[in-house]
């Protein structure tokens, strides 16, 4: 069981957030001051520290800068005034997971302490090749995807060819990758070549190269993909687009690992390890005539299919996370996570496009939000669509809604709309202003104004 230290000067909020926690499912610890959080830090067995920034004497953030330099690998998350956007960064800064704002709404600190503890804990999980082994950057702890990871380590010391399994956007090139970091061929290059993107005419170009003055523009010598990742792993992306003409080159240069550059006379060689990837059937395409069969069994020594999104769910709030931090970064916006209503609607998509689409979805996200977080309007339609029917809530056509709306008051436009936000979010009036893009105390204004209290 996770024990979480909670730090606050004040017994009430100690003994209310204590209960919380404990319903909840953890240990919990209480400190009313820096020293005794130093202490019980230093002594117990501690997974999470939730502090107040305003202690008496030494703040929480002094609490924090000590925690960091003893033991960096603690979670923090602070507690700070309302709109105190000025602590929020501080406290980013100094290493803090994240931060709550008074008054603090539970449904969101649990969000935040699952949320870190998961992504903590995948942060612990292997990540060298020392004892247990590296997870290559493959993000999550799904039994699908540690499966993957376990067949990444099994294979990466042989020298068979591979080919690598699924629908698009799961991940091929980056288990590609892995193999190859994985194998003795780590320190050669990795070559990859997407087939579906070079034009038929020019693919066996592009794999063997050419000889000065075999054709028009061809002014020098130019070394193929085949010879660059001599000793090292040639990556062929969708190999289930490539011409059957095609498909007969690469075959020879496969049985006999010699070739000829285009125009050219001398004959060369190349170890290198093929790592193929396709989205197709290919025992499919082998029946319809668009694939050689005899190929086919050349590349499919050994097989690798990576899972789809919808099959490894749980892996979606540290993928998401993940996606957050690299487009935070990118685009210069401080947003410290995912709305828990957001999180819920991520988590009942399907995902057909896998985890290229979430990784879209976040980036837009990003870039749409004007809160701190992601919430559930800052993701596509379809999906709060999808979301809403899941739970049984019906979506208005927004044509009848405007006709519905049109001709109000404006004042009574103000109370439907303040009346949606807190039946959306179950009354929960935090979520509710955030909804509305105003302050809590702001909405307590309006709903004495329209007698919602």
């Known amino acids: 069981m996770r024990t979480i230290l909670v730090v606050d000067d004040e017994r009430n909020v100690r003994k209310v957030l204590s209960s919380y926690l404990k319903k909840e499912g953890f240990e919990v610890e209480t400190a009313r001051n820096y020293e005794e959080a130093v202490h019980k830090v230093g002594e117990l067995n501690i997974d999470l520290v939730l502090t107040d920034m305003r202690l008496p004497g030494q703040s929480g953030l002094n609490l924090l800068q000590w925690i960091k330099r003893k033991q960096p690998s603690l979670p923090v998350l602070v507690i700070t005034a309302y709109g105190s956007i000025d602590n929020a960064v501080e406290v980013m800064k100094n290493g803090a997971a994240s931060y709550l ?45 540690d499966e993957v990871i376990s067949t990444v380590k099994i294979v990466s010391s042989s020298r068979a060819n ?4 699924g629908e698009s956007g799961t991940g091929k090139e980056l288990v590609a990758r892995a193999i190859h970091s994985a194998s003795a061929r780590r320190d050669f290059p990795l070559i990859a070549i997407n087939c579906a993107a070079i034009p038929a005419d020019l693919i066996e170009n592009e794999l063997f190269g050419h000889e000065k003055g075999t054709f028009t523009g061809a002014v020098s010598r130019e070394t193929g993909k085949v010879e660059m990742a001599d000793r090292g792993t040639l990556f062929l992306d969708e190999i289930g687009e490539m011409s059957i003409a095609m498909q007969i080159k690469l075959l020879r240069f ?32 082998i029946e ?61 998509y399907e995902w057909p496009g896998n985890i290229r689409e979430l990784q879209n979805i976040i980036e837009r996200g990003v870039v749409l939000s004007r809160l701190d977080m992601i919430v559930l309007e800052d993701l596509p339609q379809k999906l709060q669509n999808h979301f809403l029917e899941s739970r ?58 329209y007698q919602l209290l």
């Open 101 to 145: 704002t008074k008054p603090v709404d539970m449904d969101e600190m649990m969000a935040l302490i699952r949320h870190t503890l998961l992504k903590e804990q995948a942060i612990k999980s292997p990540q060298t090749v020392e004892e247990t082994g590296e997870r290559f950057g493959i993000i999550g702890s799904s039994p699908a995807v």
């Open 162 to 165: 591979i080919l690598i399994t």
């Open 254 to 285: 496969l049985q006999e690992r010699v070739f000829y550059r285009i125009g050219g006379r001398d004959q060369l060689a190349s170890n290198c390890r093929i790592i193929a990837a396709t989205n197709r059937d290919l025992e499919k395409e």
């Open 288 to 348: 319809n005539g668009r694939f050689r069969e005899d190929l086919f069994y050349r590349l499919n020594v050994i097989q690798i299919r990576t899972p789809t999104l919808r099959d490894r769910k749980e892996d979606i709030p540290l993928l998401a996370e993940h996606f957050l931090d690299k487009y935070s970064a990118e685009n210069k916006k401080f947003i410290r996570g995912i709305d828990p209503l957001a999180l819920e609607a991520l988590m009942r």
């Open 392 to 449: 049984g809530e019906e979506q208005p056509p927004e044509d009848q809604e405007l006709l519905e709306l049109a001709g109000m008051p404006l004042a009574e436009l103000e109370r439907i709309a303040v009346l949606k936000a807190l039946k959306h979010e179950n009354w929960n009036q935090t979520r509710a202003a955030k909804r509305l893009g105003i302050t809590r105390r702001q909405l307590r204004t309006k709903m004495e104004k």
